[in-house]
């Protein structure tokens, strides 16, 4: 499905690279392990261990992750700007995602109330931030079709 979402964005090495990482040991092991269907696995590997090794593993190696988005700036651990692109990348997986653990009650404000939910907990930088909630608001307002357009025309050439 986010391969699907990213091609219609434009996106499309992003379609065909996005979570590759995935099917290496450490996620695939705990994909199969943890899986429950209706959530991400990395919820009960963490209720398991304390921690989710999939999860360490995936946000490093994925840029669609606004997670792997950290580096020391004036000494300090902090979110950069994530590349535009990346955030159309992601877009289409939070879309995905609410798509596929909200099957049989889905609607467009879903990856939009799910992202100010969560707000408080997410460390991200404010331009990035204010990007996700702009594309999600306009998934929301004006469905797929009118926000896809405007990734595959704003956001994917952009760094």
Not at 11 to 16: R, V
Not at 108 to 121: A, G, K, T, V
Request: glycine share 6%; charged share 25%.
């Amino acid at each position: 499905m986010v391969m699907r979402y990213c091609f219609s964005c434009g996106l499309y090495k992003q379609g065909l690279l996005h979570d590759l990482s995935k099917y290496g040991f450490t996620e695939f092991i705990s994909g199969v392990k943890y899986y429950q269907g209706t959530y991400s696995p990395h919820y009960n590997q963490r209720k398991a261990l304390g921690y989710s090794a999939a999860w360490l593993h995936h946000k490093g190696r994925n840029k669609h992750h606004s997670e792997y988005w950290f580096d020391i700036i004036d000494g300090k651990y902090q979110p950069v700007k994530m590349p535009s692109r990346y955030v159309g990348e992601m877009i289409c997986d939070r879309i995905a995602a609410s798509k596929i653990y909200n099957r049989g009650h889905f609607d467009r404000s879903i990856p939009l109330n799910y992202f100010l939910n969560e707000i408080d907990r997410i460390i991200m930088h404010e331009e990035t931030k204010q990007l996700t909630i702009k594309l999600l608001t306009m998934y929301k307002d004006e469905g797929q079709k009118a926000t896809f357009k405007y990734i595959k025309k704003h956001l994917r050439n952009n760094a």
